[in-house]
């Protein structure tokens, strides 16, 4: 399984931006996703989680109600829409996904792959 983000780029505070990430291979419904950043100098932390059946989201508390985890499981795709974007939302953005046995679940951590992340800035 590969995965590959995209989308990002330099914005100002208050825009909005959608990425995408493409996840190859045949078992993309049995996936939970989720999207992770990595702030300059910082560890990678938590965004958002969508389960197998995309009835369960998870949001960090510093996006909840900014940013929209999504997927299209036709496309084999997973998206972030962020929206009133803030300086501390500056990172490099990555997607990931893991195996639940529950497919209403979406776990906020236990993510073992990676792929290139996008970055993603924002100016004040």
């Known amino acids: 399984v590969q995965l590959q983000a995209s989308g990002g780029g330099l914005m100002q505070a208050g825009d909005s931006l959608r990425l995408s990430c493409t996840v190859s291979g045949r078992t993309f419904s049995t996936y939970a996703l989720a999207w992770y950043r990595q702030a300059p100098g910082k560890e990678r932390t938590f965004v958002a989680a969508?389960?197998?059946?995309?009835?369960?989201?998870t949001y960090a508390d510093s996006v909840k109600g900014r940013f929209t985890i999504s997927r299209d499981d036709a496309k084999n795709m997973v998206y972030l829409q962020m929206d009133t974007v803030k300086p501390e939302d500056t990172a490099v953005y990555y997607c990931t996904y893991r195996n639940t046995y529950n497919s209403d679940y979406a776990p906020t951590s236990g993510y073992d792959y990676w792929g290139q992340g996008t970055q993603v800035t924002v100016s004040s």
């Open positions: 969508l389960s197998r059946n995309g009835r369960k989201i």
